[in-house]
């Protein structure tokens, strides 16, 4: 068994199967391990079973399991790819001189350990609990996140109750309301409702109407559920209307009998295994900060996907994970030539070393945005992928990104939208060549701009 991969990769999600693979394709010497703590590679797709998924990469509509056995069927063309499952991580730390130290436990070898020289985190996200969102009340059978009764009816085939109340407006919520109605359709059960306690959906314009407006489920805006009742199982939960500072309103409660919860109550990316390495983490994102090529504060180490932020689609998740994985790959390279190995040395070669020469530029953003990530930027004159959501439901805005110098402000970029709504996240590519020199730092901005005149003939 071999102690020592070029490239380790942690989670065998999207972003981590795209990682592996692109990195495989960008340094066939490098030698890769996939690590994965199920039985089976693919992350969350393998239990997402409707379509929409590979529109962007493959330019057609898949299933999540079809998505996942695209890149399954890729990875297992590479030779320098060695996928690990069952296998979960103990423990993560930095060796002296570069490079990481990874202590492993599975079935098959117990508990082992293996060095790397770049290590890319694509360990994705987890749902928040009923712990998490204060619910007071009894503590019955009953309540599950969206993702473990998808889990239990698309995996398992068990269907986890009849009568249904989901709390939230994610899009993981929207899409179970939907899939909840039609396996009860012929049991008598029902989806009661969907309750948000934001004035606005959390979830995909799209996931709204064709989730819940098509099936004639309710949606009920600025209510949420305010405790549960039952014992043993749940028999009920009461629902509340809440104020613009979320705050219940008196006499607006109602008891709605039901034997499930479902809560689609927020994500967070699940960096836990890093805190030893101190990343600096993003209060917005509650992810590591990055910059363009997803690499971190702590040399070597590159995070993506949803372990990055919470994306939207599939299909930026596994553009993250392919970024980390040429850019690990490249520092690769970069540490075999220094070492002594042999490598053509060529023009193509000294483009494509990592820019750790420059000094990377912060970017910031006011309140008009939610996030955005990256967090800093290279310039080293290439085209970089950014992504932002909207702090608030906006029509007609424009972005625009400053650079901020010591003789004052130069407005590289701007971008009119008809809309922006915080759950739909936006993707932008700014080329640095335009960052003039000895800028401080980039400003993101949204602006409210004027709604184009539309003749009667448009009309």
């Known amino acids: 068994m071999k102690s020592f991969y070029d490239i380790i ?37 393998k239990q997402c079973i409707h379509d929409g998924f590979g529109l962007i990469r493959f330019k057609e509509r898949l299933t999540g399991p079809e998505y996942a056995w695209r890149y399954r069927d890729m990875l297992a063309e590479k030779s320098n790819i060695d996928i690990f499952v069952s296998t979960f991580v ?9 490079g990481f130290e990874l202590t492993f436990t599975n079935p098959q070898n117990g508990i082992f350990n293996l060095t790397c020289t770049a290590l ?18 009894d503590r019955p059978s009953g309540i599950f996140t969206a993702g473990q009764a998808q889990a239990f009816i698309n995996l398992k085939g068990y269907l986890p109750g009849k009568r249904f109340v989901i ?14 109605t039609l396996e009860t359709a012929s049991t008598g059960g029902s989806v009661e409702g969907v309750y948000e306690v934001k004035s606005e959906p959390s979830g995909l314009t799209r996931n709204i109407v064709q989730c819940l407006e098509d099936y004639g489920i309710p949606l009920h805006l600025s209510t949420t559920v305010s405790a549960l009742h039952g014992t043993g199982r749940l028999e009920g939960v009461t629902v509340v209307q809440v104020d613009k500072q979320m705050r219940p309103i008196a006499g607006t409660e109602r008891y709605i009998p039901c034997d499930t919860l479902i809560l689609s109550v927020g994500l967070i990316p699940e960096n836990d295994i890093l805190d030893g390495l101190a990343p600096k983490i993003d209060a917005r994102t509650k992810g590591p900060q990055v910059n363009q090529y997803m690499g971190t504060t702590v040399p070597g180490l590159f995070s993506c996907g949803n372990a990055l932020h919470v994306n939207d689609l599939v299909d930026y998740v596994s553009e993250s994970g392919s970024i980390a994985g040429e850019q690990a790959a490249l520092l690769c390279n970069g ?12 023009q193509q070669d000294k483009a494509a070393e990592p820019p750790e020469c420059l000094a990377e530029i912060p970017i910031g953003a006011d309140k008009t945005l939610l996030y955005q990530t990256p967090a800093r930027i290279v310039p080293d004159r290439k085209p970089a992928v950014i992504y932002f959501r909207s702090a608030a439901q906006r029509e007609h805005a424009t972005l625009t990104i400053n650079a901020e110098t010591a003789d004052g402000t130069t407005v590289l970029f701007k971008k009119t939208y008809r809309s922006l709504k915080p759950p739909e996240m936006e993707r932008i590519v ?20 004027e709604a184009p005149h539309r003749s009667k003939e448009e009309t």
Do not use: W, Y
Not at 122 to 127: M, Q, Y
Not at 169 to 174: F, M, N
């Open 90 to 98: 103990i423990r993560i730390a930095r060796q002296i001189g570069g």
């Open 9 to 45: 990769v942690i989670g065998a999600g999207p972003a981590g199967m795209a990682a592996a693979l692109a990195a495989a394709e960008k340094s066939p010497e490098c030698s890769i391990a996939l690590i994965e703590r199920e039985e089976h590679i693919g992350g969350i797709l």
């Open 335 to 346: 540490k075999r030539t220094s070492a002594g190995h042999t490598r053509e040395d060529n």
């Open 120 to 137: 890319i985190s694509a360990t994705g996200c987890r749902e928040r609990t009923d712990r998490q969102v204060f619910i007071h009340g």
């Open 430 to 449: 700014l080329d640095t060549a335009s960052i003039p020199a000895h800028t401080e730092r980039l400003l993101f901005s949204l602006e409210n701009a």
């Open 167 to 180: 709390l939230g407006s994610g899009d993981i919520g929207l899409i179970m309301a939907r899939r909840l």
